[in-house]
């Protein structure tokens, strides 16, 4: 039976990549896994047809143990792929805080440093495979635990389940595959070639003329990597992959200029890869991980206007009554015999007072009226990076009312994230969500009235981005920049955002604001009101009048109402009392 040779054990990304490509090529090709890559390129050949090889990694470049086999292989390459790669933490023991000693192999650690960083009394063992540390922690040793592909495991194979712990979320491997014959030519399809380039004299400018080979010809060079020919120290040779195919003439002509002073060997022409491929069409794993069987928040059950929102603003009787009375003005009915999450902003470990984060007695408020309303009241929260969700709560007060009532606390990165999708996102397409969030029926905002130095101010719909797991919070400041927009990124990222993760209900808690250099460097501002509405960009807009700023100058809210996600315009909304804005 026609095989391809790849990197064992059975749960590594090289056996995935295997059965992707014994799928491409159809036929009746599997994959036959060897412990090391030198076995797999002995194997081609005598054992196996093809050999697939991971040979750059985003994170870590590219791997030297394949470059310096390809100098003496005799085989092409004849196809790349790219694969997106996530790894999970496995372990046995129930808390992260447990753990003593984790299994990772030696280029996963170098991906997922900070994560390991984070961890504090634990030892890392390096193994030579994926494939070993998931042997290692399947002995079920308590405490230990290992890095993993995420599609080795299943949810209820280890006590604790984290996925996606990479530094890097769009984390990607290149595979290449050899073969005996070269890859036929298509001229309709996009080529890569892959060079070696030995220099044949040793003078200044020997790589400078090479390079203007391919720049005069308007070749665009993909990548240049140097190895030492292990000959004489200080020699090398040259790995250059660039665009394009050997038969196209402007190529082979500059391989001929080249090959005047350099010996050049063929490594391959092959079609590019596009883009990553979709792991999911490939793994019936994948539909397992948790939160597949929901991957979206529910239309609020709370009675509202479309056409004509309303918003109340309550003030003059403390955050407690305050919140209180506020809460009469909607309909509570429908939270009966529901799941409510109460998501205020405790996002760092600071005390009450400082209008940083949300007043805890307007917490205790909201936890009294779902309470009283017949609902199932939890808080939960994902603070900033650093930040421990429970001790921000403890800090903040909001532990303290929640216990008193007998309601938990949810640290929303204790667990797996779930992945939600933004089908019309401009600069993203899926977030990282903490998974309990889709485990309640009713998500409630509390957020603090607060400017911010990014967004011009955070409130109930930028409240949501607590909802973010652990560290993808950040990758939305890290979106690269957009030529055609004129906005932040960021701006932009938080409107995808809102598209799909915004609240059933806002309450805004502005008991004690800030403004100035938000969110946590202003300066405290006590305004004593309440302001509560079940469509959050008009409840929004309300406050961001209040703090004296038009909503139509915080991009993040006018982007979405642009896109008709929801209402800022004032003359729109219906806002009670009559003289708010005296307040």
Not at 319 to 340: C, F, H, M, W
Request: hydrophobic fraction near 40%; charge should be negative; include cysteine.
């Amino acid at each position: 039976m026609p095989c391809i040779a790849a990197l064992g054990p059975e749960s590594t990304f090289s056996a995935l990549a295997a059965r992707i490509y014994a799928e491409e090529i159809g036929g009746s090709h599997t994959a036959k896994l060897y412990p090391t890559i030198g076995k797999v390129f002995a194997a081609v050949g005598p054992d196996c047809e093809y050999g697939l090889f991971p040979i750059e990694t985003m994170t870590e470049g590219y791997v030297s143990i394949v470059l310096d086999l390809l100098v003496h292989s005799r085989f092409n390459i004849v196809h790349e792929m790219l694969l997106p790669v996530q790894f999970s933490l496995v372990a046995n023991c129930l808390e992260i805080e447990e753990i003593k000693k984790i299994y990772a192999q030696f280029v996963t650690q170098g991906q997922c440093e900070i994560f390991l960083d984070s961890l504090s009394n634990t030892d890392v063992v390096t193994t030579q495979s994926n494939g070993i540390s998931l042997e290692q922690v399947r002995k079920g040793i308590r405490n230990e635990a290992a890095l993993v592909p995420f599609f080795s495991v299943k949810e209820g194979d280890f006590p604790l389940i984290i996925e996606n712990i990479n530094d890097y979320s769009n984390n990607q491997t290149r595979f290449i595959v050899i073969h005996k014959e070269p890859a036929v030519y298509l001229p309709s399809r996009t080529y890569k070639t892959s060079l070696l380039i030995f220099e044949s004299v040793d003078k200044p400018g020997v790589l400078s003329s090479i390079l203007t080979a391919f720049s005069s010809r308007q070749i665009n060079m993909v990548s240049i990597m140097s190895r030492p020919t292990k000959e004489m120290l200080g020699r090398y040779h040259f790995f250059i992959d660039i665009e394009g195919h050997i038969q196209e003439d402007h190529i082979r002509a500059a391989l001929q200029e080249i090959e005047k002073e350099n010996s050049v060997k063929m490594l391959g022409s092959y079609p590019k890869a596009a883009q990553p491929l979709d792991i999911e069409r490939y793994t019936s794993i994948t539909d397992q991980r948790p939160g597949r069987s929901k991957t979206s928040l529910t239309p609020t059950p709370f009675a509202m206007d479309a056409a004509r929102p309303s918003v109340f603003v309550v003030s003059g009787n403390g955050p407690y009554e305050n919140t209180r009375q506020a809460l009469t003005k909607i309909d509570l009915s429908p939270a009966r015999g529901k799941k409510v999450l109460l998501k205020p902003n405790a996002g760092r470990d600071v005390e009450p007072q400082k209008g940083i984060t949300t007043h805890p007695q307007v917490v205790a408020a909201a936890i009294d009226a779902f309470q009283a309303a017949g609902a199932d009241v939890a808080v939960g929260e994902s603070p900033i990076t650093g930040v421990k969700t429970l001790d921000a709560l403890d800090r903040c007060g909001i532990k303290a009312v929640a216990d008193e009532r007998n309601c938990p606390l949810i640290d929303m990165d204790a667990r797996r994230y779930s992945p939600l999708r933004i089908p019309d996102g401009v600069a993203i397409d899926i977030l990282k969500l903490c998974r309990e969030v889709l485990e309640y029926d009713i998500i409630v905002s509390i957020p603090v009235m607060k400017t911010h130095m990014h967004t011009g101010v955070t409130l109930s719909v930028k409240n949501m981005k607590g909802c973010l797991w652990r560290r993808s919070k950040v990758d939305l400041h890290m979106v690269p920049e957009m030529p055609d927009h004129k906005e932040r990124t960021l701006n932009i990222a938080i409107a995808d955002m809102s598209s799909v993760l915004r609240p059933h209900l806002s309450i805004i808690d502005g008991t004690i604001g800030m403004e100035g250099l938000g969110p946590s460097a202003g300066t405290p501002v006590e305004l004593g009101v309440v302001i509560i509405g079940v469509e959050p960009f008009a409840t929004d807009a309300v406050a961001c009048e209040l703090m004296g700023i038009s909503a139509g100058d915080i991009p993040h809210l006018r982007l979405a109402s642009e896109r008709g996600y929801g209402i800022i315009d004032l003359d729109k909304i219906s806002v009670a009392p009559d003289n708010w804005q005296d307040l």
